[in-house]
């Protein structure tokens, strides 16, 4: 069924495990999300940014074969806006029927981010949708911004800008990066912190460059309060892997036969994280009624 981010992430801090968000930009990674979930009676949640909706996965295409999908699903599956920050984005994305945006003003100084993040919860909210939002700045891997730790979110601040912002949920910093860490590194998380400010805040929290962070990183960022993790690279990697596989196999690979083990490849993937992150076997598998549509 599709629903709100917003009870599905509050279920999953009351309860104390993590949601997966995956970017998304074909079919195939929609269907390796959503029947991987139905296969571990998870929950699921669908990510695509601007720039994947622009470059590929364009607004009139792929959220209308994402709705249809999570409509039929026979567990809980949110569609969110990831990293929105022109207004003309958040538009599209609720006219296009996204459940959720997420607002991302976090390379602005604290009282610009507040009033940026303030304007698209209200407009989001206008329009029954919930909002995330982004405080300190979760960096990019390749320019080593993990370890910069005056990027990491500072718990009293981020009480003060929940309370303003009214945003549902907060992306905070705390050591992790987007993209591809180098070879062999793993970034070193405060957990501290992040156990402060899920004491302070009292509300479900996010992590973004989850890809490549490790297990051990994962299961405590989930034990200390992360409710949704965000996961790109890593997906997009298992696809990629095992396209080269099945080429170094077969150069001559049927190429419907291709998409089809490309996205087996990615659904183990995605099963085995949802077992690391607690958020398997959470509800009861059960088909909304409708029109058959297979
Ligand atoms: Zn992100």
Sequence with gaps: MFVSMKEMLIHAHENGYAVMAVNCVNMEQVKACIEGAEEECSPIILNISPRQMREHGHSYALPPVVKS?????????????DHGSAYEDFV????????????DASACEFEENVRRTQMIAALAHGCGKSCEAELGHVGNAEAGDEANTDYYTNPE??????????????????????????????????????A??????????????????GEENIRRAVACGINKINVNTDVMAHAVEEIKA?????????????????????????????????????????????????
């Design 196 to 213: 402060l400010l899920k004491k302070t805040l009292n509300m479900p929290l996010v992590l973004h460059g989850g890809s490549g962070a």
């Design 246 to 294: 099945a080429l170094k196999e077969n150069p001559d690979y049927n190429y419907m036969d291709l998409c089809m083990r490309t996205e087996d490849a990615m659904k183990d993937f995605i099963r085995r994280y949802m077992r690391m992150i607690g958020s398997s076997m959470r509800y009861t598998f059960s088909r909304p009624e409708g029109p058959e549509l297979d």
């Design 92 to 103: 599209t994305a609720l006219k296009a029927g996204f459940s959720s945006v997420m607002i």
């Design 157 to 194: 601040q981020a009480k003060e800008f929940v309370d303003r912002t009214h945003c549902d949920c907060l992306a905070v910093a705390i050591g992790t990066a987007h993209g591809s860490y180098p070879k062999g590194m793993v970034p070193k998380l405060d957990f501290e912190r992040l």
């Design 69 to 81: 999908m999570a409509e039929r699903a026979g567990v809980p599956v949110a569609f969110n806006l």
